[in-house]
């Protein structure tokens, strides 16, 4: 192992607020990622069933009527 203790390997020799706070940096943006593209697919999904409903009300306004 690199480090001879956790203590060590908290610390990083002196960088480890630098290294801990770019993991943390890169998890917070990692996780707004995710949280943004979880947002954007349900309101695709909201939008999809909304167009295939106005679809399904055009296509019986447009049926001829049976005589």
């Known amino acids: 192992m690199a480090f001879d203790s956790f203590q060590d390997f908290i610390t990083m020799g002196g ?3 630098y290294v801990w ?3 943390f940096l890169s998890f917070v943006v990692i996780a707004l990622v995710a949280l943004e593209t979880a947002i954007a697919r349900q309101s695709l999904k909201k939008k999809s ?3 295939q409903n106005r679809q399904q009300r055009l296509a019986k306004r447009q049926r001829p009527v049976s005589q």
């Open 21 to 23: 706070l770019s993991f």
């Open 15 to 17: 960088y480890g607020l």
């Open 49 to 51: 069933q909304q167009l």
